[in-house]
């Protein structure tokens, strides 16, 4: 561990959130905040270089990211007694692969030198497409990454003109299959579904590039339009319409109908996987209730109940730590009910379900009453949503939690 000028401002933190720490699973996220163009549906926390000019760098990040770390782990040695192991390391965005396979390469070696990794552990990076290649993924095996999720969002080029995505049609399917033939076993497309203008046909034709690209892993979100987006001023403006939920089901349902018919099985009501050995690990690991630490401008990081979240901007970031401060911006204490709420949130949108012994009594009447209502059924001691259920998983947890 090379602690570089360790953080004098300490991070409070109460003793009861590091009970444990080392026997749950632990990951590690890391968050580029750089894109080429903002997607005008985004609202992640992220900046194009004329939004920075000269006040951050990627080089500056990383410098910025190395303190964290290394201070993260200095503050577990000092509170735990020992620095837990990462299982996972999800590097995310942003637009990860705007660094290049050495830069992506020496962000993992900085949570290798900081917290290690374990044997067989899983590391994954966000690319978009038009910014990697087939030298760029030989770069990430040998550095060290095992798996690659690809922004894809619609093979329909109006339907990515609409998203203001910058890659071009096919390009997200050609860099799977770089990904695959540089060695990566696990690779992941990102689809969005329910874009106003998308029609049926158009996402027939994503869903048919996914399956000819031969990734283990698809992930599939319905389009949400956030506050404060540009999307969201072209719906104020009415010059785009609102996206209708009933078109999103039935959007739902055809994906899932041909991934499953692909081999392609859903473990979470997002996500689709060929089996076990291609879930995301690091994404489960937050759905059932893990650790992990959250290094980079806005990152959220979970230890033991506690939440805490950097500042945003990656100036003031970096700007803190070289001040000797953590860059937290600010945190809460779950309570047990928070947790309990978060648990059945989470866990009612897996495919292995939600543990009936985790519901207190009142709550499993109100359980029965779903399955009774037939939005999930039965499967040993969980209650497991049904295909019409995943249309339906929020009113279910609102039913329960009622």
């Not at 994503?206 to 956030?226: F, N, R």
């Not at 489960?284 to 805490?308: K, L, M, N, Q």
Request: hydrophobic share 40%; glycine share 10%.
């Amino acid at each position: 561990m090379n602690l570089l000028a360790a953080p004098t401002v300490a991070l409070e933190l109460p003793d009861e959130a590091f009970d444990g720490v080392g026997r749950r699973p632990f990951g590690v996220y890391v968050h580029v905040p750089f894109c080429a163009t903002r997607c005008g549906y985004c609202d992640f926390n992220t900046y194009t270089a004329g939004e920075l000019g000269t006040s951050a760098s990627p080089a500056s990040w990383l410098e910025g990211l190395r303190r964290e770390l290394d201070a993260a782990a200095s503050l577990m040695t000092e509170r735990v007694g020992m620095v837990p192991t990462a299982d996972t390391v999800f590097v995310g965005g942003g637009t990860p692969s705007l660094l290049g396979g050495d830069g992506l390469s020496e962000v993992l070696a900085a949570v290798r030198g900081s917290f290690g990794l374990t044997s067989g552990g899983e590391v994954t990076t966000e690319s978009n497409p038009e910014s990697t290649s087939p030298e760029f993924f030989d770069r990430l095996r040998a550095g060290g990454f095992t798996r690659v999720s690809l922004g894809m969002q619609s093979a329909a080029p109006h339907v990515l003109a609409v998203l203001d995505r910058t890659h071009t049609p096919g390009r997200a399917v050609e860099a799977a299959k770089e990904a695959r033939r540089a060695g990566f076993e696990h690779v992941n497309l990102d689809l969005i579904y329910g874009t106003p203008g998308e029609r049926d046909i158009d996402l027939d034709s994503s869903l048919t590039a996914v399956l000819d690209a031969g990734v283990d892993h698809v992930s599939a979100y319905a389009l949400i339009v956030e506050d404060g987006t540009a999307m969201a001023r072209k719906v104020r403006r009415g010059e785009l319409p609102m996206p209708d939920d009933d078109v999103l089901a039935s959007r739902y349902e055809r994906i899932d109908s041909a991934l499953s018919s692909a081999g392609l099985h859903w473990y979470e009501v997002s996500n689709w996987a060929t089996g076990a050995d291609a879930e995301c690990k690091h994404n489960v690991g937050y759905w059932d209730g893990g650790d992990w630490w959250g290094a980079g401008p806005g990152a959220h990081s979970h230890i033991g109940g506690t939440r805490f979240w950097n500042v945003k901007h990656p100036a003031r970031y970096s700007e803190q730590l070289a001040s000797g401060a953590f860059p937290v911006a600010g945190s809460e204490l779950l309570t047990a009910e928070d947790r309990h709420l978060e648990e059945l949130m989470l866990k009612i949108r897996l495919r292995t379900g939600l543990p009936a012994d985790a519901l207190a009594d009142a709550e499993r009447v109100a359980a029965d009453k779903v399955v009774a209502d037939g939005l999930m059924v039965v499967e040993g001691a969980s209650y497991v949503l049904t295909d019409r259920g995943r249309l339906l998983a929020d009113a279910v947890v609102r039913t329960i939690a009622a």
